[in-house]
């Protein structure tokens, strides 16, 4: 029977007053903005754990191990230090890595073919069907498995990319005397990934509609509400459709959020994919061209830099490592693309599956509600059903609660050298910013170089991305491959969470516009129309005019 009361699945999930006290927890708002859903949490936060964990483990990462969370529905994470020699343990790290540098993209792929791709087609198959309750049972312990050895793949995955990007950053600082890391950085954009081959597909469906004269005038004189339906009345609409469901067939499989069940995903909706293909139009933009420009500008300096150093050994390792680093940067996004995004998205279509069997069983009204309970109280209710719907009410009020709340940034103290271990601040992010009222500037991570002045947009989330026009500045608490499309309207961003390997400083890079990221304060602080400076060669944003 469903209960309020907090059981022992769930005690091991949320985040207790004792621990609060006797730990240190900082909100990981950079990997899992937002409130979440308890259902979702269910599945997260053991994978989390658990592959992180064990991957670290592998690598000889110089951390004892890493606990993961929820408080209000907001993710925190506690790192539990490494107890013996740090710079052995660092290492010792180095040399477990160095042998995976060579094969990086080669070991995603591997995993994807044989691993990842297998259990989806079997979810996709398990979304479709009708399920028995014990099915529904079976399938559900499978799935909690698989996500605790999709999340083990995911960090065997970014380790070696972390390590290797860590040891080209030490040998570019000891060429070039260059101590801002994000300059290397420069040195690895204008790379196909999963990302940007979504956005340049949809680029083409852009190109696609301005030969179609009628499509054409239906994106010139539709509302994103209106498009689809529009789109399907016209015989050139309902052609241009069949095209932008090939693209779904296997770009479709994200969502706004990707880390959260609730929300639909491009398969289920596709008002997404066709107000940014409508973007797209509007500004006439040209994905291939400015990709060509990117990456014919990254092999260019990375040519006047070989030019201007002198020959050495230090040279010779650089360009071994810079040339696998290269090979291997792709990974960043595609792994997102194949875990991330494709796995929740999957999840979510075989979960709905499930929650029919809930509404049969009169336990919940409609099958998005089982994302309101969670994972044990599911199982429960397949075993012995039971009527859920005030529980289920409460839960909704409580996830609308969390949204809007300003939960604390730490609970706790934190640990004896945490500010000095770079680690912690890499994994973790900034902690020290606090905003207050008179604030006129402040800093974050220098992620992308340059300097921009213009007018504050804050976005919130994916409903918002109409306020921010040409030359604006991207305000936002982090950013994900669907905010992607922003960046090539955005004139500078500025984020709360994230460091300058997080999405928001790669795409400011691949972008070449100015990035201070990781301010923990700039939602806070800034308002639209304000107008600022962001400083993204030394991380330093600037009030110039307060709206």
Not at 11 to 40: M, T, V, Y
Not at 94 to 109: D, T, V
Not at 140 to 159: C, G, N, P, R, T
Request: proline letters at 4%; aromatic letters at 10%.
């Amino acid at each position: 029977m469903i209960t309020e009361k907090i059981t022992e699945f769930q005690q091991s999930i949320l985040l207790s007053d004792e621990e609060k006290r006797n730990g240190f927890w900082l909100q990981d708002d950079n990997h899992l903005p937002n409130a979440k859903c308890p259902l979702f949490l269910s599945f997260m936060i053991p994978a989390f754990t658990y592959g992180f964990n064990t991957a670290l483990q592998k690598a000889k990462l110089p951390l004892k191990r890493t606990v993961l969370k929820s408080c209000h529905g907001h993710a925190y994470q506690m790192m539990i230090p490494y107890e013996g020699d740090f710079e052995q343990r660092i290492k010792e790290h180095q040399e477990a890595m160095r042998p995976l540098f060579p094969r990086m993209k080669e070991r995603l792929y591997e995993a994807v073919e044989q691993k990842l791709m297998p259990f989806y087609n079997q979810l996709d198959e398990d979304a479709s069907r009708v399920l028995t309750h014990e099915e529904a049972l079976k399938k559900l312990d499978e799935l909690f498995s698989f996500y605790q050895k999709a999340w083990e793949i995911h960090f065997d995955i970014v380790m070696p990319q972390s390590a290797i990007g860590t040891m080209l950053e030490k040998m570019y600082e000891k060429l070039t005397g260059e101590t801002n890391p994000a300059a290397v950085y420069e040195l690895l954009v204008g790379i196909m990934n999963k990302s940007l081959e979504t956005e340049r597909e949809l680029w083409k469906l852009s190109e696609l509609a301005k030969k179609e004269p009628a499509v054409l005038r239906i994106f010139a004189n539709s509302s994103p509400e209106e498009l689809e339906n529009n789109l399907s009345k016209a015989e050139e609409g309902s052609v241009f459709l069949k095209h932008l469901d090939r693209f779904l067939s296997e770009y479709g499989y994200r969502k706004n959020e990707p880390h959260e069940f609730l929300g639909l995903t491009w398969i289920e909706n596709r008002k997404r994919p066709l107000e940014i293909i409508q973007s797209y139009i509007e500004k006439n933009y040209n994905f291939q061209k400015e990709f060509d420009r990117i990456s014919k500008e990254r092999q260019e300096k990375y040519e006047r830099l070989l030019e201007r150093l002198p020959q050495s050994e230090l040279k010779d390792n650089f360009i071994k490592t810079y040339e696998m680093a290269l090979k291997g940067i792709c990974i960043r996004d595609d792994h997102h693309f194949y875990i991330d995004a494709m796995l929740t998205a999957k999840s979510r279509l075989f979960l709905l599956n499930v929650g029919k069997l809930l509404v049969q069983s009169n336990a919940i009204q409609n099958s998005e509600d089982i994302f309101f309970l969670y994972l044990d109280e599911v199982q429960t209710l397949l075993k012995v059903p039971d009527d859920a719907v005030k529980l289920i009410e409460k839960r909704k009020a409580e996830y609308e609660e969390n949204l809007k709340k300003k939960v604390p940034v730490t609970y706790g103290t934190p640990p004896e050298g945490f500010h000095e271990n770079q680690l912690f601040e890499r994994v973790l992010g900034r902690i020290e910013e606090k905003a207050t009222a008179t604030q006129t500037s402040f800093k974050g991570f220098a992620a992308s170089k340059g300097t921009y002045t213009g007018t504050v947009k804050v976005v919130h989330h994916l409903d918002e991305f109409q306020k921010l026009k040409k030359g604006d500045v991207l305000v936002c608490k982090t950013t994900t491959p669907p905010w992607t499309v922003l960046f090539s309207s955005a004139g500078a961003v500025i984020t709360d969470a994230g460091g300058i390997l997080s999405h928001s400083g790669i795409i400011a890079r691949e972008y070449k516009i100015p990035a201070v990221v990781g301010t923990r304060v700039a939602t806070a602080t800034l308002k639209d129309g304000d107008v600022v400076t962001v400083d993204g060669t030394n991380g330093v944003v600037t009030v110039v005019k307060q709206n």
